[in-house]
Structures are given as C-alpha cells and as structure tokens.
C-alpha cells in the first residue's frame, strides 16, 4: 500500500504542508526532486483557487513525468484541516476526488468521513497527532499511516519526545509512521529510519527555499534563528505552536510574558486571541531553525540531503 506512495520517491521525506508558505511552486519543485510535497488546502483563497492549483500542480507534474520517465516525479499531497471552523472541508474534498489527489493529510479532528472519501477514489489518508489518545482515534477512524508531530516541530507541536512517542504508538500500531519535528538534516533522516518510522515530515526547512512563499525577511530569519529563538505558546490561535522569537517582538509583544490563548476562539489561520495575525505576522518554525544555514532552491536542498542520508548510512553501517 505503502509503494502507491514511495514508488517514485528518491527519499523518504514528506514536505509538510504549511500554512501560506506552501503553494504550487513549492509542492511541484519538491515533487520533482523525489520527495512529497504538500500543501494546507486553505492556502488556495477563495475556494475557487484550489481547482486552478489542482490543475497546475496536476499538469505540471504529469508534463515532468512526460518529459523524465525514468525517474518520474513523486506523488503530492493535500492537507485539510478537519475541524467545525472549516466550513471548505465537503468542497475541497470533492475536488481532491476529482483530481485524485494521491495522498490526503488531516489535521486535528480524526477523520472519520473523510477516510471513506478518500478511499472511494483510491487516494491515502496520513493523520497528524500529537497525543497516543488520537494516535489510537485515528487508526479507528482507518487512516493509513500516522504523523507524529513531535516537541519543536514547527507550526502546531506536541510535546512528547520522538524516542518516546514512537516507542509507543509502535506496541499498537505496526501500519506507516511518519515523524516530525525538528528535522532538517539527511543525517536525522537516517535516524528516524532507525527508530522505526518509513518517512520523516520536514516543515521549517523549507520555509528557507527560493520556492517557500515566505517573505525575505521571514526566510532570513529563519536563518539567524536558533532553537533557544522557538516560542512555545498557544495565544496566536488557541492550540499550541512554535514561533519564531524575533517576530513576537516585532509585532510589539513580550515573549516572555504572553498571555494564555483561547482555545474557543480558534480559527485556523486567524488572528485567534491576539491582534498580531499568527502564520501572517507570527512566523511559525520548529526548534530546527538553528540546523538552517542555506538559503536554495528545492532541487539543490534535496540533493544535499540525499548526499547526507547515504553518508549517514554508511557510517552507521561501518560503525
Ligand atoms: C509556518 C508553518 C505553518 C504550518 N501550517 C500547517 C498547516 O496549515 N497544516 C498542518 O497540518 N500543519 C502545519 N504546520 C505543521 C507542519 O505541517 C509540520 O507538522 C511541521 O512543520 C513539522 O516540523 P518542522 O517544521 O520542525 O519540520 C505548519 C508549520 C509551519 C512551520
């Protein structure tokens, strides 16, 4: 099941979907390079965009696969959050169905109908968790494979320790495993394979790409930044996430005195409880940032990391 994914990947890595940052140009380049690129489905604003991105992430792959048939482009994702604020959700999903949209990642609700969905097509469906109380809801709900979004990822985090989490959801659960938070580097890759997971999530990492639809300034400090700079709070939209020091103080806020947010308030990708806009002025990363020295394209990114993968595995092997 898992081949339907990995047949065209050169490595096992899944570009995260991130709220703004990911767009066509981002999903396609990562696609080209070997990996799976995604992207929240609420970054194509309004709803009518979403067909017009489906179409060009569609055409363009398929012209690339056209053009390089002996290593052909991997297959791309789509993120959709599932939860009561998501009044999108039943549009953007048919239109998934109808571009068959390989894989299909939820985020927060356990996605119950939309598995149902999704497999009427033939697609695949990868849950995001940060606890084993939805890690085990959502393998009820029949998911494929399960994201263990970790303490430092970037965007919304957990708080478990990636030793720890893994270890547990594997006495249960022996289906696809994929891991994030904080990776940023071939070598981590290897790691995590060593843990036990099939593929790793990376996020922040991307942000500092020629292909990121972030703005310089958040590319650059993504860059300075080291893991002490990653701000832990949930004031921006009620649920917990990890932000980037310098731009709290630049929307005027203290980080070290943040008030509590406000979980009834959420609305993913508003302003939530505070009147900086979290994703738009709060720019979100992971405790990886410090890993972060390069600013490239995709394609020069990946390469790096596959070159760091296989070394790694070598000295592993020769140790
Ligand atoms: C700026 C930013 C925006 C994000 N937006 C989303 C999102 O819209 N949906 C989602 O499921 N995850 C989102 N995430 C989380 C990522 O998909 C992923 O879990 C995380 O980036 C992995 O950790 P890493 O950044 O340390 O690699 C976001 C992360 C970042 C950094």
């Given amino acids: 099941m898992l081949t339907q994914l990995t047949a065209s990947m050169t490595l096992p890595v899944i570009g995260s979907p991130m709220f703004i940052v990911s767009g066509p140009e981002l999903v396609t380049a990562q696609c080209q390079a070997g990996i799976i690129g995604a992207f929240p489905a609420l970054n194509a604003r309004p709803a009518e965009v979403l067909r017009e991105w489906l179409q060009q992430i569609t055409d363009t792959l398929d012209d690339y696969n056209a053009q390089n048939p002996q290593q052909p482009a991997a297959p791309f994702a789509v993120n959709q959050i599932v939860h009561p604020t998501n009044d999108r959700l039943a549009h953007d999903l048919a239109l998934c169905a109808e571009f068959k949209v390989p894989l299909i990642i939820t985020s927060l609700h356990a996605p119950n109908r939309v598995v149902e969905q999704v497999h009427a097509y033939g697609g695949l469906v990868f849950h995001d968790v940060t606890t084993l109380r939805h ?37 249960f659960y022996d289906g696809p495993l994929v891991l994030a938070g904080a990776i940023t ?135």
Wanted: charged share 20%; glycine share 12%.
């Fill in 135 to 171: 890690a085990k809801k959502a393998i009820d709900a029949g998911v494929d494979g399960l994201i263990l979004v970790c303490h430092g990822a970037g965007g919304h985090a957990g708080r478990l320790n990636p030793f720890a989490f893994v270890a547990e959801v594997r006495q």
């Fill in 185 to 319: 580097k071939g070598e981590q890759i290897a790691a995590a394979q060593a843990l036990g997971v099939d593929m790793v999530y990376m996020g922040t990492r991307f942000i500092a790409t020629q292909e990121a639809n972030a703005q310089p300034a958040y590319k650059q400090m993504v860059l300075e930044a080291a893991a002490g700079d990653i701000v832990y709070t949930n004031l921006f939209t009620g649920v917990h996430g990890n932000y980037l020091r310098q731009s709290i103080e630049l929307a005027g806020l203290d980080p070290e005195a943040l008030p509590e947010g406000d979980k009834n308030a959420m609305r993913y990708g508003s302003g939530g409880s505070s009147k900086a806009k979290a994703w738009r002025d709060i720019w979100g990363a992971g405790q990886g940032v410090g890993g972060i020295t390069t600013l490239n394209s995709v394609a020069d990114e990946v390469a790096t990391l596959r070159t760091d993968y296989q070394q790694a595995l070598d000295q592993l092997r020769r140790r």
